[in-house]
């Protein structure tokens, strides 16, 4: 599993630009921010759109106050993202990210398999602070808890 002080893996991943799936990679993304990445298993589960997506929207004043760049990524296609994105009103400049094959997933070692639900795999829920693609902290949840990603518990953890 990835661990602070760790860099960031260069894959490519895939975000709605201008309507259409645009490919971006993460290593040129994350390079030059500090980002807060936020995963969860999938766009429009209950926890994820009843608490998760929004306590990030509650809470965006701050995190960009703070120049945090809020980064959604799942293990589910662009499409999903957008429409997911356009239901919950999130706001332009939190970026949702496709990670359709696992493949950021499985390289940060945070696979959740779901399976068992009809999921197939899915990402854990966690949210990551990185500066400049490298990671500074790491909150993974347990299962079935919605505690440590939380955009509350994030700015409380994050260094000043």
Not at 39 to 48: D, K, L, N, R
């Amino acid at each position: 599993m990835i661990a602070i002080n760790d860099t960031l893996p260069d894959i490519e991943l895939t975000v709605m630009q201008d309507g259409k799936p645009t490919p971006v990679n993460t290593g040129k993304f994350f390079a030059d921010k500090r980002v807060i990445l936020t995963a969860i298993p999938g766009a429009f589960t209950p926890t994820c759109s009843a608490k998760h997506l929004p306590s990030y929207i509650e809470q965006i004043e701050k995190l960009r106050s703070r120049g945090l760049t809020v980064v959604f990524v799942a293990v589910n296609d662009i499409f999903v993202l957008d429409a997911w994105r356009k239901s919950e009103n999130a706001p332009d400049d939190i970026v949702f990210l496709a990670d359709g094959n696992a493949e950021l997933t499985s390289a940060l070692g945070l696979e959740l398999d779901a399976t068992g639900f009809g999921m197939g795999m899915r990402s854990k829920r966690y949210a990551l602070y990185a500066e400049n693609g490298k990671v500074k902290g790491l909150w993974v949840e347990a299962p079935g808890e919605f505690r440590v990603s939380a955009a509350e518990a994030v700015l409380k953890a994050l260094p000043n």
